[in-house]
């Protein structure tokens, strides 16, 4: 999928429009929400077209920060409504895209497997060892929007976002949730 035509224009319009600024939600992020999308879904026995549509969704699930952070969710529907349906894309098909995408939404609500494989792969770093990094790289994303205004609120924030965080997948659950919960400790010990 990321090499479809689909999935090369959306890749080539994040990489050129995105604001510099956004040092988290940027196309590294995508491509790993899509390599993640990939490893759970295999796990989790998905094939054919349930899984390309889960992967459309991964490269698409975030494109709406080309028009900003609020709402994102509802504009990357938007680009999926205004750029799937050149590509062959059906009404039913974007409709599912779409549900998949509105599932990420902050808190996450997946109604489906799908979303449950696109949910978990979106919060994948909160249980790996790169779970600094990530959110360090989310902090100065939010703290260049005003946000958030300093680290000792970041941390808290982050400690109560992890803590009432749960995966859905059971590959997911099994594969991540004990180095989340050494994150957790991390923050705890950095009160």
Not at 65 to 91: F, M, N, W
Not at 171 to 191: G, Y
Request: hydrophobic content about 35%; some cysteine; glycine content about 6%.
């Amino acid at each position: 999928m990321q090499n479809s035509p689909e999935g090369k224009y959306i890749v080539d319009k994040l990489q050129k429009d995105l604001p510099a600024h956004l040092l988290y939600h940027n196309l590294d992020h995508t491509l790993d929400v899509y390599q993640c999308t990939q490893s759970i879904a295999a796990a989790e026995n998905v094939t054919g077209k349930a899984l390309d549509l889960i992967l459309v969704a991964a490269l698409y699930h975030d494109s709406g920060y080309l028009r900003g952070r609020k709402g994102h969710e509802e504009h990357s529907c938007d680009i999926v409504q205004e750029t799937l349906p050149a590509y062959g894309y059906t009404p039913q098909e974007i409709a599912e895209i779409c549900k998949l995408i509105m599932a990420t939404q902050i808190p996450q609500r997946p109604e489906s497997l799908g979303g449950q494989i696109l949910c978990d792969a979106d919060l994948d770093y909160l249980g790996r060892n790169d779970f600094e990094e990530k959110a360090h790289n989310l902090y100065l994303e939010m703290h260049a929007e005003g946000l958030i205004s300093n680290e000792a609120d970041w941390n808290k924030l982050q400690l109560d976002f992890l803590q009432q965080h749960h995966y859905f997948t059971r590959t997911a659950v099994d594969s991540r949730n004990a180095a989340k919960e050494n994150n957790i400790n991390a923050l705890k010990a950095e009160k």
